[in-house]
């Protein structure tokens, strides 16, 4: 008897707990996304990976899903924004949060290559690990959208759509 009912409080703890630890892991996440959400606009990722704010009209039905207009670095070719959603085809969905934050944090991409020298890694490797854990979270729960940058060209090749051309200074 004195099992039987050792079982149902069990039981009950347990159910009670279930329903008092579930909204904090619902607020928890919230607090995440709302966090990652801050981060990327102070970071300004909207500036570059957001189609047509390069040209000064964000499309923010399409935000942080990559531009199509890219920068062409003297000896090193023309760059293009890409698309930072969940997309599996043209964007982050098939890299894990800890690529996403080796990315922002050291400029390596999964694939091992460097990401274009526009890209201020530099400045985002001070990230605390909570902030870089809650923007790569933030980035992987935004609405996938389906939008390839155009492809990176090398210095010898012509870009295949609009740039701006950085000028290297003169001593």
């Given amino acids: 008897m004195m099992t039987h009912a050792r079982n149902r409080l069990c039981a009950g703890l347990a159910i009670l707990l279930a329903f008092t630890v ?3 892991s619902a607020q928890q996440e ?3 996304m709302s ?4 981060l990327s606009r102070i970071m300004d990722c909207g500036g570059c990976h957001t189609p047509g704010a390069l040209a000064g009209k964000p499309d923010e039905a399409r935000k942080l899903a990559g531009s199509q207009i890219g920068f062409q670095i003297p000896g090193l070719g023309t760059f293009y924004p890409p698309n930072l959603t969940p997309d599996k085809q043209t964007g982050l969905g098939n890299w894990s949060e800890a690529e996403i934050i080796r990315a922002v944090r050291t400029g390596v991409r999964p694939d091992g290559r460097m990401l274009a020298p526009a890209m201020p890694w530099m400045s985002y490797a001070a990230l605390n690990d909570t902030d870089a854990r809650d923007l790569a979270r933030y980035l992987k ?3 996938p959208v389906e939008l390839a940058a155009p492809p990176l060209t ?3 090749k012509p870009p295949p759509a609009p ?3 950085v000028v290297v200074p003169k001593p």
């Fill in 30 to 32: 919230q607090r995440t």
């Fill in 22 to 24: 579930a909204p904090l």
């Fill in 141 to 143: 729960g935004l609405k």
């Fill in 154 to 156: 090398g210095a010898d």
């Fill in 163 to 165: 740039y701006f051309t």
């Fill in 35 to 38: 966090r990652g959400e801050y």
